[in-house]
């Protein structure tokens, strides 16, 4: 495999990471439980809340609740999501070279059984020959 193919591969996965990461972002927090109104009753957040007590400015679960009510997502996270896009791309792009690999030495190991049975019949292999 050319070097070059999982760097390109990283970039590209880190530069859809960041891109995604301010869209997907307010997603997830939903999911989790964080709302334009506050943490939803029975959510994920609303356990973390009452776990916490009260919330102190600039702390992590301050942080989500503000993305999750429209405000701006730090540039801590985009840099976050790009790292783990493009370490995802480029782990997948690994994973694939090793399956290749792989693939190329099983087709190795056949032949060598082939030319030892042709070894073997060393008649069979003069009498294919002629």
Do not use: K, R
């Amino acid at each position: 495999m050319d070097p070059w193919i999982p760097l390109a591969v990283g970039a590209t996965g880190a530069i859809v990471g960041a891109v995604l990461t301010p869209v997907l972002a307010p997603a997830v927090l939903g999911v989790v439980g964080f709302s334009a109104a506050g943490p939803v009753v029975g959510s994920i957040a609303a356990g973390i809340q009452a776990g916490i007590g009260n919330v102190v400015a600039g702390s992590l679960f301050a942080v989500a609740q503000s993305v999750a009510m429209g405000g701006a997502l730090p540039a801590a996270v985009v840099v976050i999501g790009a790292g783990v896009g493009g370490a995802g791309a480029a782990a997948a792009v690994g994973a694939g070279a090793g399956v290749d690999g792989a693939d190329a030495d099983v087709d190795g190991a056949d032949a060598g059984v082939d030319d030892a049975d042709a070894g073997a019949d060393g008649a069979g292999a003069v009498a294919a020959a002629i």
